[in-house]
């Protein structure tokens, strides 16, 4: 999504970025504070940003009958809902302000967790510290290869409960740039990630840099997962599932409120 502006690719006019990897918890704490003029962040960590940030129209990441997955050692059982909300059974989970936390809790809201880094969730299964784990990035791929089981995709979970895709994170611009600036950046985004749907060999080369050991047949798979048409724009069907997953964690307890969604696209 971000090489054509990393790589000068596309015009920016005078605006120049600077890039800055780290992982999504960490980016959705740094937006709490408002350190950052535009970042990628969780859909769950949006409802409490409103006030500060608008949700851009370009780059998000939707599964599409797949998300989130819920692995464990041990096989799965015959109810895994039942089972995660069992007393005394532990899930380890990348942050409690990722989308995935949020869609765990939507479907076991019983469910007892621990916070672990999102590369850490699999050892952390694997040496019996957790019962089961929710994987994010490139896990989803690699469980199996570790010995893991699968016992619930959120995401087909998700498709089931609504007919819709389920949204994860998107990225965000900080209001006080005003609505110029807000717009101009929208352009630029949405540029950069056409420019990396059209160069798509490049684009996965400089993405192997990032792929934490997967080789380059599943960096493309994983790509192709979360980089599409939503990327581009949401779209009505990618809005209505942000509506749709806001509403449902309000009418869960888990947002005091639906939050007012501002989308800023590249078109005004």
Do not use: C
């Not at 994987?135 to 087909?156: F, M, N, P, S």
């Not at 998700?158 to 007919?163: A, L, N, P, R, V």
């Amino acid at each position: 999504m971000f090489w054509a502006l990393a790589a000068g690719r596309v015009d920016t006019g005078a605006r120049r970025y600077l890039h800055e990897l780290s992982d999504i918890e960490s980016l959705n704490r740094r937006a709490l504070a408002g350190e950052l003029e535009v970042t990628a962040v969780s859909f769950h960590a949006y409802a409490y940003l409103t006030d500060r940030y608008a949700l851009l129209a370009h780059g998000a990441s939707f599964g599409e009958r797949y998300g989130p997955r819920i692995v464990a050692r041990a096989p799965r059982p015959s109810n895994p809902q039942r089972t995660l909300g069992a007393p005394g059974v532990t899930i380890a989970v990348p942050g409690e302000l990722t989308t995935a936390f949020l869609a765990l809790k939507l479907y076991q809201p019983a469910a007892r967790h621990v916070v672990v880094p999102f590369d850490q969730i699999e050892d952390h299964v694997l040496s019996g510290r957790a019962d089961a784990g929710l994987l994010i990035h490139e896990g989803q791929l690699t469980y199996a290869e570790r010995g893991l089981t699968l016992w619930v995709d959120l995401g087909a979970w998700w498709h089931d409960e609504t007919e819709l895709p389920l949204p994860l994170g998107g990225n965000a611009v900080r209001r006080d740039l005003g609505e110029p600036l807000m717009r101009e950046i929208a352009r630029d985004l949405k540029a950069s990630i056409q420019y990396g749907l059209e160069h798509r060999g490049e684009a996965l080369a400089h993405a192997r840099a990032y792929g934490r050991g997967l080789d380059a047949a599943r960096i493309d798979r994983f790509v192709a997962m979360y980089v599409n048409a939503y990327t581009v724009d949401y779209g009505a069907t990618g809005r209505q599932a942000i509506s749709a997953l806001f509403a449902r964690a309000h009418r869960a307890g888990l947002l005091a409120a639906p939050p007012q969604l501002t989308f800023v696209t590249a078109d005004g």
